[in-house]
């Protein structure tokens, strides 16, 4: 479900109608859909040698390695992996896969509710947040793994 209009984001329901995940990156609560992840595995399981530009490494899957990436609160490239990063979820993209670390994932059954348009200051056209929605008391940004990574990469080459 895109939802940019005129350059801005409507207000929608938000049924997913599966489940989804959480990812919790510092004091960043990013919901996915779970069909866009293939696995979920351990920061120990990424190779550190010779990452790729803006990557910290490679994790391997599919007999390929794939590129491993660290992001802040602030979706910000980190190069270096915070102590708190123990998990590497690996995302489905249509060309293949990547890899973002999170300090922890909650699966969800299932997510409905109203996605709310984003606050005026966070309005960028580049970013991978859809929405927000209420999740635990608190809100949860919305994105998806394409816009997730075409956003990743984008930072990535700008670096």
Known sequence: M???VNGGFQQA??????????????????????RDIRTLESVSDVDRSAPGKGSVG???????RWPVFCVSSRLDLQLEIPPARGTCVLLALEDGYAGVLCDDVTILRQVSGRLHELPVAMRRHDTPIRGVVSHNQGM?????????????????YES
Request: glycine fraction near 4%; include cysteine.
């Open 2 to 4: 895109n939802l940019p």
């Open 13 to 34: 329901d938000l049924r997913l109608h599966s489940a989804a995940a959480v990812l919790k990156i510092d004091g960043l609560d990013l919901l996915i859909q779970q």
């Open 58 to 64: 490679w994790i391997s899957f599919a007999q390929q």
């Open 140 to 156: 949860a940004c919305v994105s998806d793994a394409g816009r997730l990574a075409d956003y990743i990469a984008q930072i990535a």
